[in-house]
Every structure is written in C-alpha cells, then in structure tokens.
C-alpha cells in the first residue's frame, strides 16, 4: 500500500506546509502519516449506500465529526451529496500509468508559485455553483477562499486521488475520511506543540463541548471542508478523462461503428439465407 509522508505546521482550523527548514529540524516523529486516513478512505466504499438511511439523511458513526446533534441535523441533508468515489476504471488507471510525470502534475494542478491557477478556480467554481449546501452562508463564503490557499490540505486529498487511480481500488472521499484526515493533522499539531514546549493555550477542537457555538463552527468547517475537496477530486477525474478522449476517444468511437457494421450485415446475411 502507498502511504504519504506529509509534513505541516501548527495551526488548528487550517494547517498549512512547514517551511524547508522547520521540516529538516522535525524529527521522524513529527512528520504526518496519512496512511491511515488511505485506509479509511478504502474502508468508506466497503458500505454501498455510503451511512444513508431512508429520508436523505445519514447514519452517524459518533466520532468528532460524525456524531449526530440537533445542532448540525440541517448539514445530514446535503452531506451525502458532497462525497465523491472512485469507481476502479481499468482505462484510466492504465493512462495514468501512460503519462508522463509533468502529464500527470498536470492533471492534479491546483497552484502555481504560490497562487491557485486560473484553470483550477474555473473549474471549480463550475462545480461548487450548482452544489446545494445546508452549511451557513459565512462559513461557505469564508472557508472556501482558505481552502483555496490551504495547499497542505489540497496535498492530502490530491495524493487519495492518486493512490486511487495508481491502484485502480475503490475509494472515497466522504465525512469518515475527512474525520480520520482531522485526527491525524490535530495529533500532529498536538505533538509539534509539545515537542517544541508550546503546549498551553493549545485548542483542539475536537475537545468542543458538543452543540456549543465553536462545536458548531467545527462542524461546519470540515462539512464545507468535504464540499471542497471531493469536488477538487472529481475536478481530478474529469481532466483525467478529457484526456483519455482526447487520445482515444476516436480509436473507441471508431471500433464500435464497424462493431455496429459488421453486426448489420451479419443480420442481412441470416435474413437473406432465411
């Protein structure tokens, strides 16, 4: 199984990369581990109907972020519609393995020194506009400029994508993963604060008490969070399949019109004899 090695820096709400420098001084402790997150991810597409239960809403597993309260039912309605899966797809994945390294940093590009590209906003932005979300109007508008900027996080979720089309295995991207994603980067904020004698006045949020104001925000943080970065991954799949078309898409169309032909006269030749 591949396992990716991130690496970030302190930060509750939005984690970010750790400078050159900070990242050579970490010992191998400090570095984040995501493969169990890969596992969740995995394990998400083993329940077909991916924790709903009649009437639109969804089952509740009572983590951090999936524990049901009345305060965040209204997120239950629209949470489903923000995963997205990777059904194994022999043709892409075979592609993939095709293309060249700057083919393949093509299809997962999000930034570019720094910045998000010009192709990325557009193309997100015509995915999110038709999404309905039940989460508030400020934490849409707000979390998703920062999610935008937040490459750390982009990383995690773009290196699933890849893990899932190299290995060509079911895997998604839902509230269960973005769970076991929190745990480990708020384990890893956790553990540099301590490492570095930081530890007072460190908040982690997944110690909010359930139905409070921050409990709240925290929840509607990570289910906008879901929106973003499953949309990012289908961004992922539809570049990877502009491409395939692009180089077989006329080979395919081709095959299955003398498919077509040689079937019709197969039929005239067994209406003739007849």
């Not at 969804?58 to 997205?84: F, K, M, Q, Y």
């Not at 409070?212 to 399949?241: G, P």
């Amino acid at each position: 199984q591949k396992l990716a090695a991130m690496r970030a820096a302190s930060s509750t709400s939005s984690p970010t990369a750790a400078s050159a420098s900070e990242a050579q001084a970490l010992p191998e402790s400090m570095i984040i581990d995501i493969g169990p997150a890969l596992l969740k991810a995995k394990e998400a597409v083993s329940d077909p109907t991916d924790g709903e239960v009649p009437g639109g809403l969804i089952h509740r597993a009572g983590g951090p972020l999936t524990t049901s309260h009345p305060a965040v039912r209204h997120l239950d309605v629209c949470e489903p519609r923000h995963c997205w899966r990777w059904v194994p797809d022999q043709r892409l994945s075979a592609l993939w393995g095709e293309l060249t390294s700057e083919e393949r940093a093509r299809v997962v590009e999000t930034h570019s020194g720094g910045q998000a590209v010009r192709r990325f906003c557009k193309e997100m932005t015509s995915q999110v506009r038709h999404k309905e979300c039940r989460a508030s109007d400020r934490a849409k508008r707000s979390l998703g400029a920062v999610f935008m900027l937040d490459q750390h996080s982009l990383s995690i979720y773009k290196e699933m994508f890849v893990v899932a089309v190299e290995q060509n295995v079911p895997l998604a991207i839902n509230m269960q993963v973005i769970e076991a994603v929190d745990g480990v980067v708020q384990d890893f904020c956790a553990a540099r604060r301590k490492h570095e004698g930081r530890e007072s006045g460190y908040l982690d949020p997944r110690a909010f008490q359930e139905g409070s104001d921050l409990w709240v925000q925290y929840r509607e943080r990570e289910h906008v969070r879901l929106m973003w970065m499953s949309t990012m991954a289908k961004v992922f799949e539809i570049r990877l399949l502009e491409l395939w078309e692009a180089r077989h898409g006329a080979e395919e169309r081709e095959a299955a019109q003398q498919a077509s032909l040689r079937a019709e006269m197969e039929l005239l030749a067994l209406e003739e004899r007849e």
